[in-house]
Antibody, heavy 118, light 110 residues
Framework: EVQLVESGGGLVQPGGSLRLSCAASGFTFSSYEMNWVRQAPGKGLEWVSYISSSGSSIYYADSVKGRFTISRDNAKNSLYLQMNSLRAEDTAVYYC???????????WGQGTLVTVSS | QSVLTQPPSASGTPGQRVTISCSGSSSNIGGNYVYWYQQLPGTAPKLLIYRNNQRPSGVPDRFSGSKSGTSASLAISGLRSEDEADYYCAAWDDSLSGVVFGGGTKLTVL
């Protein structure tokens, strides 16, 4: 069974940093592209970042470019999102999602809540 | 404002057929596959339709997708109370080099 489990969320002050993790199991992690998608409270879904299976190709939404860094460790079956210079508008539930084909998110984690507030 | 445009709400009575539209442009829907996601209250999104009109295993055939030009639609027939959820369309955008979502449509079963 495919499982994605996010962790690392919490309360952080504006300008602070946080690192999210996503532990994958039940599939060959190194063969799949992965993404982070977020959802602000009461709002819709927003794609954040994509990473190819090898990590050689990476994309970011304009809203996080230059502040967030996606990475992966295929030996540890883990996906990461380093978030720096956090803003109030980054407050959201962050989901990791397995990618079958540039937007085909066939499995999602349960999400981890990030709250940016003083 | 979302890159893909969906109506904020839709409704129907049990047994009815409802459709949800999703409008985009040549850089997203017009040149790439459309995906639909269902998000039940308090849960993570779930893939409902992929590659315009394909259903993952386990998704009832009451759900169907279509695409024409720069627009797409999700149809739900034989509406049931458990279909009450938020529905999102998505597509890759060649200009943005990323995935774009619609703003979501809240479906109410009256």
């Amino acid at each position: 069974e495919v499982q994605l489990v996010e962790s690392g969320g919490g309360l952080v002050q504006p300008g602070g940093s946080l690192r999210l993790s996503c532990a994958a199991s039940g599939f060959t992690f190194s063969s799949y592209e992965m993404n982070w998608v977020r959802q602000a409270p009461g709002k819709g879904l927003e794609w954040v970042s994509y990473i190819s299976s090898s990590g050689s190709s990476i994309y970011y939404a304009d809203s996080v470019k230059g502040r967030f860094t996606i990475s992966r460790d295929n030996a540890k079956n883990s996906l990461y999102l380093q978030m720096n210079s956090l803003r109030a508008e980054d407050t959201a539930v962050y989901y990791c999602a397995r990618d079958g084909d540039r937007g085909l998110f066939d499995h999602w984690g349960q999400g981890t809540l990030v709250t940016v507030s003083s | 404002q979302s890159v893909l445009t969906q109506p904020p709400s839709a409704s129907g009575t049990p047994g009815q057929r409802v459709t949800i539209s999703c409008s985009g442009s040549s850089s997203n829907i017009g040149g790439n596959y459309v995906y639909w996601y269902q998000q039940l209250p308090g849960t993570a999104p779930k893939l409902l339709i992929y590659r315009n009109n394909q259903r993952p295993s386990g998704v009832p055939d009451r759900f169907s997708g279509s695409k024409s030009g720069t627009s797409a639609s999700l149809a739900i027939s034989g509406l049931r109370s458990e279909d009450e959820a938020d529905y999102y369309c998505a597509a890759w955008d060649d200009s943005l080099s990323g995935v774009v979502f619609g703003g979501g449509t809240k479906l109410t079963v009256l």
